[in-house]
């Protein structure tokens, strides 16, 4: 367990192909890979991790607001909308509540397809699933800081969450894990902003 005392936004929908290639018109030589991310308002994907970040650093200056990717922390606790089961819509999914492998479709689709969080948040569990912040380590959480943690200060890949639409729902769940090296951007990996007030 651990405690969050730093207010910040989350965004609502994953960051989609129309809004990354207003930073990276190249991306879209992407789009439709392993029929997927097709339209422009899909999630983005084929992204690594540095270019999320070098989209957060664009968008900072753009509008002269603090974006960033959310700390693994934050991610969960924000998945979860105060819940403490399975997912942020109970023990289990039924097919309208999510893009998982074996309830809907094996591609992405348009971002806030499915009903949201009890916090407003779409595609928490499914659709692309989301780089965050932070190095991947399988001990993290025995020695965590218990206030906002932000993950180990170096490693070999970054930590992404939330499934996606080829995850089967026990990879979706909001506290499930998956890593990365961060030279790696996949067809289902994408990313959301979060910001600093």
Request: proline share 6%.
């Amino acid at each position: 367990k651990v405690t969050i005392t730093r207010a910040w936004y989350f965004g609502a929908f994953e960051v989609t192909n129309q809004q990354y290639e207003m930073f990276d018109q190249t991306h879209r030589k992407w789009r439709g890979r392993f029929n997927t991310s097709k339209t422009d308002n899909e999630p983005v994907t084929m992204v690594r991790w540095q270019e999320a970040v070098d989209f957060c650093a664009w968008l900072s200056k753009k509008e002269g607001r603090i974006y960033r990717l959310p700390t693994e922390a934050e991610w969960e606790y924000a998945c979860r909308a105060g819940t403490t089961t399975a997912f942020n819509t109970g023990e289990a999914l039924a097919v309208e509540q999510a893009n998982i492998a074996g309830t809907k479709r094996d591609r992405t689709k348009p971002v806030g397809s499915d009903p949201p969080n009890l916090w407003g948040l779409y595609d928490m569990h499914g659709n692309a699933m989301e780089i965050v912040e932070d190095w991947y380590s399988a001990n993290y959480y025995v020695s965590s800081p218990s206030s906002d943690p932000t993950g180990p200060t170096a490693g070999e890949q970054r930590v992404l969450r939330g499934g996606d639409f080829s995850s089967y729902p026990s990879m979706a769940t909001s506290s499930w894990r998956w890593s990365a090296p961060p030279s790696v951007g996949l067809f289902y990996f994408g990313f959301r902003l979060a910001r600093t007030p």
